[in-house]
């Protein structure tokens, strides 16, 4: 049941509008190289927002675009395979695979010997296309290559009956990426600033706040020079570290630094690195920059003026690079991974700041000066601290190649035990059990370090749990999903396939059905056998149009079914009949019919019989798509298509099956 990918969604509004889409248009030229020889070309014009898979894509992967050449009476033979163009390369989140696609235009070449009087050559194309929101089912259309006239022979991607059945209301637009990056922006900004909060709290940067603050004020004329003095030194940070984030954008560029995140090798790199910022923390060695380059600048900074200022500014990054470095270089890795080109900027824009503002600020309020702890080994069990959290981000790195790779090294339940270890390790630590090279002699444990220690023991036992098939939803987004595991349905656990638990009673599975994991909901695949069950039980049936890895699709199954109001609804209320229009497998030889959208053309898999008959009758090709109805198949409620709020979900359900009573 994964041998292909299909959709994303989002398409219904909850008024029920609905739009039949034709995103891609096809058209084919023919180029002669020789007496013999020719190249068929195939133009696809993709709409903007959409994006078209490439020819080779990894196995239980999305749809690859597959193109086909009728050479049946033997006139011509194809040489070598179907070129195309480089495209755009990446490691989609869903499948934990590289997935290559195209944007605007793709072109795709097929060269071939003749024989023979040929004047044009037959051919198809299957293909997917999606956008932010939403997949369409697999589509297989028909390019005819006019041997006679090098010239275009344009094909459309959608059937003119298709198109006709297109309703006047505008779907919903597609989801802004512009919007998707902000938010990712703002992301890198708090987390680079609240790091920058962190750095300030290591033996580097932490004693040189009072220092620095007091230089300023005794050698200011006056309190509004010394303040303005600070306040161009914490500009200067700024400025370092920015200029710092400024050279690495340019130096990789937005491509690259997309590529920072979806190569194997990156990510190994990335794994490595962290593991030596890891080390450094916690006490193995000191990462420092040569003597030579602090000398130099500190010289410089003897010059006054704003000059000198700036320099006693770059002092303090270079002084300091042995406890900011480490945090730098994972904000810098992180930010890049992102995808965005200006990800590390705005990064390094948040860690300068947080830095830069106590300077400011004391500098302003030179009182504040007396409230600040001394400087003691508090600062070095904060260093160790940030050197575990290293070392647990270092593995989601790992993880990353691995799922890429697909080698199955670093499952689900290996990973969590690795971040026990590390974890349950920090707890021993800031308990006092355990004492590293730097740290000073504990005779007795401070509140707060006391608190962070049980903190970080119920986080211990909290992932523990996750070994037997928790979902530890507080960290959903570090390990590897819960299907790339040795267990799916948890550690020791036997799935039965012949009987099913269901609201607390033991039933055997009916014909045609099967348990959905990892909730056991009982689902059809079959509408006539779904809806003759519905008939039996006396419930109403929920037709989930969707597809075998369709991103929104699972989505709604693992954030919005999961609901335990919602999941009751499925598991006890109604009929779930799973419909997916991505379902590969032959129609037995008595269910081939005419297609009714394409004349001329037989359904000839299970997966177009189901979206022939969602375009039909619900005049939408996109999924997932819900649709509540009784047992005359007329509809309950206006339905539904990707709803990630759970309450209007919820809702939703409640209104279809309160009619169904009536």
């Known amino acids: 049941m994964k041998k292909i990918f299909l959709l994303g969604a989002f398409l219904f509004t909850m008024l029920g509008h609905a739009q039949i889409f034709n995103p891609v248009k096809w058209g084919t030229s023919v180029e002669k190289l020789s007496d013999t020889e020719y190249k068929l070309i195939t133009k696809a014009t993709i709409e903007k927002g959409w994006h ?45 695979m590289k997935i290559t696609f195209f944007e605007g235009t793709a072109v795709f070449e097929q060269k071939i010997a003749v024989s023979g009087d040929v004047k044009t050559i037959n051919g198809s194309v299957e293909f997917m296309v999606c956008d932010d929101t939403r997949c369409l089912p697999p589509t297989e259309e028909d390019l005819i290559f006019n041997l006679q006239e090098n010239s275009a022979s344009a094909t459309v991607s959608t059937s003119e009956t298709t198109e006709n059945m297109s309703t006047t209301t505008d779907a919903p637009p597609a989801k802004a990426p512009d919007k998707k990056s902000k938010k990712t922006l703002w992301g890198i900004f708090f987390i680079a600033f609240f790091s920058g909060f962190a750095a300030l709290l290591t033996p580097c940067v932490f004693p040189m706040i009072p220092m620095t603050v007091s230089f300023f004020t005794k050698q200011s004329k006056n309190k ?38 979806t190569n194997v090798w990156f990510n190994i790199i990335f794994f490595l690195l962290l593991l030596v910022f890891a080390a450094s923390f916690l006490g193995a060695f000191e990462i420092m920059l040569p003597n030579s380059w602090a000398n130099k600048v500190d010289s410089q900074a003897d010059r006054g003026g704003l000059i000198g200022i700036f320099f006693m500014a770059l002092a303090l990054a270079i002084v300091s690079f042995s406890c900011t470095g480490p945090i730098v270089g994972t904000l810098l890795v992180q930010a890049a991974a992102g995808g965005s080109q200006i990800g590390p900027i705005v990064g390094m824009l948040g860690f300068s700041l947080a830095i830069a503002l106590p300077f400011a600020l004391f500098a302003a309020f030179p009182g504040w000066l007396n409230s600040l702890p001394k400087s003691g080994g508090w600062l070095n069990t904060v260093k160790v601290v940030l050197g575990f959290l290293e070392l647990a981000l270092a593995f989601k790195f790992l993880s990353n190649a691995d799922l890429v790779l697909q080698l199955h090294w670093l499952e689900r339940e290996v990973f969590i035990a690795i971040w026990i270890a590390i974890f349950g390790a920090l707890s021993f630590y800031l308990f006092g059990k355990i004492q590293l090279p730097h740290d000073s002699p504990i005779t007795h444990i401070s509140v707060g370090r006391l608190s962070l ?171 997932p798509f819900y649709v509540l109805m009784g047992h005359d198949e007329e509809n309950l409620i206006e339905p539904v298509a990707y709803t990630p709020d759970a309450d209007e979900y919820y809702n939703w359900l409640k209104a279809g099956l309160s009619s169904f009573k009536k």
């Open 224 to 261: 509004a020079a010394g303040i303005k003095n600070a306040i161009i030194y914490g500009l200067s940070i700024i400025v370092i570290y920015v200029l710092l984030g400024i050279v690495v954008s340019l130096i990789f560029g937005a491509d690259a630094l997309n590529a920072l995140s």
């Open 52 to 96: 078209l898979y490439a020819q080779n894509v990894p196995e239980n992967g999305p749809v690859p675009t597959t193109f086909t050449y009728d050479d049946t009476h033997g006139q011509f033979k194809t040489i070598g395979n179907t070129t195309e163009e480089k495209g755009h390369t990446i490691n989609d989140p869903v499948f934990e």
């Open 453 to 623: 220690a049980l903190i970080t023991l119920s986080f211990t036992i909290y992932m523990i749990p996750g070994l037997w098939g928790a979902p530890l939803n507080l960290i959903s987004a570090f390990p590897p999903p819960q299907h790339y595991s040795e267990s799916p349905y948890g550690v020791g656990y036997t799935q039965l396939s012949s009987s099913k638990v269901q609201g607390g009673h033991h039933e055997q599975v009916p014909e045609g059905a099967h348990l959905m994991p990892p909730h056991n909901i009982l689902a059809f695949d079959d509408y006539d056998k779904g809806l003759a069950y519905a008939k039996k039980v006396g419930k109403p049936v929920m037709l989930d149009f969707t597809g075998h890895a369709c991103v929104n699709c699972r989505k709604m199954e693992q954030k919005v079914w999961v609901k335990p109001n919602i999941l009751s609804i499925l598991k006890n209320d109604v009929v779930l009949i799973s419909l997916y229009v991505d379902d590969k497998r032959k129609l037995e030889a008595d269910d081939i019919v005419d297609s009714k959208l394409k004349p001329g053309k037989k359904l000839k898999y299970i997966g177009q019989k189901w979206s022939e008959l969602q375009t039909i009758k619900y005049k939408t090709n996109s999924q």
